[in-house]
Nanobody
């Protein structure tokens, strides 16, 4: 059974720099590209960042480029999302997702999803 478990969310102030983690189980982590998505209340789930299987390629939404960094440690079976200079508009539930092919910004392209972790940014 495949599970993706996110952690690191919470209530933070604007400008904070929390790091989200996602630990998959039940799959061979190193053959999966990983993505982070987010969903704010009343909005559709949107792409945040993605990383290739070995971590050599990364992709970002324009809204987070230069502030967020996605990385992975295949030895620890973990993917991270370092978030810097958070803004109130970054408030959302953040999800990690896995797919066996190249990274994608499309939600439908991912095979497995975590339950999400809430990030709330206060001004």
């Amino acid at each position: 059974q495949v599970q993706l478990v996110e952690s690191g969310g919470g209530l933070v102030q604007a400008g904070a720099s929390p790091r989200l983690s996602c630990v998959p189980s039940g799959l061979t982590f190193s053959i999966y590209s990983m993505g982070w998505f987010r969903q704010a209340p009343g909005k559709e789930r949107e792409f945040v960042a993605a990383i290739s299987r070995r971590g050599e390629s990364t992709y970002y939404a324009d809204s987070v480029k230069g502030r967020f960094t996605i990385s992975r440690d295949n030895a620890k079976n973990t993917v991270y999302l370092q978030m810097n200079s958070l803004k109130p508009e970054d408030t959302a539930v953040y999800y990690c997702a896995a797919r066996t092919s190249v990274p994608s910004s499309e939600t439908y392209a991912y095979h497995y999803w975590g339950q999400g972790t809430q990030v709330t940014v206060s001004s």
